[in-house]
């Protein structure tokens, strides 16, 4: 897109892109008001006309969690490497469900958006980065209240106990800068893949649960190392295992399994939103034909 100024007249003249790789990320930073308008009305369209509103961003994780404690802290007794179930489950919900409503809301970014596409231009990764900021924010009233629940077992003197790592804590910005760019990574690929393929819309949510027991948000990593020490170069490919696992280790004091395998999430990342960004931008040149 360039813009020409003329004696007091303002052009603008839109061409099409033909680049693999074509992504003018100026653009996007010109657009930035935008993005936060639609992060706004992401967030109002969400609680609105609901009982409760917002305070639903709390409600949801409790109960999870709280499900969570019951069915397979004391009915299967699974193991939570020392520390208090509550916050061991609390810990994996809290950064799994970011990451799982980041790819499912961006995973429908051109069909829910076909008619705003079609009607104006704006550069089109910004619906998918609105969609991620905005589940920030819900993550972040979560983080909260996770941290609410690891003071109050500071402050407890008897049962299991919860150690800080105040060195992994600082990691924290970019596990959620990791989180967020992995989410994205696939919502856009699933999004791109869609708008040829309707029918992979309703794999996602299915496969999306499916993930989530393949991911140590339930259980603990030691209890695979344990029972299936064979399989863990294998199970530690899911980018999302050592980010929950370096989360947990920095604020409950749980052991990381290997720094390597972050190393290993952090390549599968960039590649993952690599591979997107070049889908997005290759279909969204053509999507409205077949949309």
Same mark, same amino acid.
């Given at each position: 897109?360039?813009?020409? %100024?003329?004696?007091?007249? $303002? ?8 680049? $693999? ?7 996007? /930073? ?5 993005? #936060?308008?639609?992060?706004?009305? @992401?967030?109002?369209?969400? +609680?609105?006309?609901?009982?409760? &509103? ?7 994780? /409790? ?18 490497? =020392? ?8 810990? &994996? ?8 409503? *980041?790819?499912? @809301? ?9 008619? #705003? ?15 991620? #900021?905005? !589940?920030?924010? @819900? ?13 109050? *077992?500071?402050?407890?003197?008897? =049962? ?5 790592? $105040?060195?992994?804590?600082? #990691? ?10 992995? =989410?994205? =990574? ?8 869609? %708008? ?38 294998? +199970? ?8 929950? !696992? ?15 395998? @972050? ?26 034909? %077949?949309?």
């Amino acid at each position: 897109m360039d813009r020409q %100024t003329k004696a007091g007249s $303002w052009d603008t003249v839109i061409r099409p892109r033909t680049g $693999w790789f074509d992504l003018d990320l100026k653009d996007l /930073l010109r657009y930035r008001d935008l993005i #936060l308008l639609m992060v706004k009305r @992401n967030f109002t369209v969400l +609680y609105k006309q609901t009982v409760l &509103g917002p305070a639903w961003v709390v409600i949801q994780p /409790l109960l999870t969690t709280l499900v969570f404690t019951v069915i397979f802290g004391s009915v299967a007794g699974l193991p939570t490497d =020392g520390v208090p179930k509550f916050v061991f489950y609390m810990g &994996g919900n809290v950064c799994w469900s970011y990451f799982a409503n *980041c790819l499912q @809301n961006t995973s429908s970014t051109f069909v829910k958006n076909s008619d #705003l596409f079609g009607k104006v231009y704006f550069p089109r990764l910004c619906v998918p980065i609105a969609t991620i #900021l905005t !589940e920030l924010i @819900n993550f972040l009233v979560q983080f909260v209240l996770f941290l609410i629940m690891v003071a109050y *077992c500071l402050l407890q003197r008897s =049962g299991p106990a919860v150690t800080p790592n $105040w060195r992994l804590i600082a #990691l924290t910005p970019l596990l959620l800068l990791q989180l967020g760019v992995l =989410g994205l =990574g696939f919502g856009i690929i699933v999004s791109a893949l869609t %708008t040829k393929y309707r029918d992979l819309a309703m794999l996602v949510s299915f496969g999306v649960h499916l993930w989530m027991y393949a991911t140590p948000v339930t259980y603990s990593t030691s209890m695979i190392a344990e029972k299936f020490p064979q399989m863990m170069g294998l +199970y530690m490919l899911n980018p999302i295992t050592p980010i929950i !696992e370096l989360f947990r280790a920095a604020y409950l004091g749980t052991d990381v399994y290997s720094y390597g395998y @972050n190393l290993q999430s952090v390549i599968v990342t960039v590649v993952v939103f690599t591979v997107g960004v070049i889908l997005f931008s290759r279909i969204e040149k053509t999507f409205m034909d %077949t949309v």
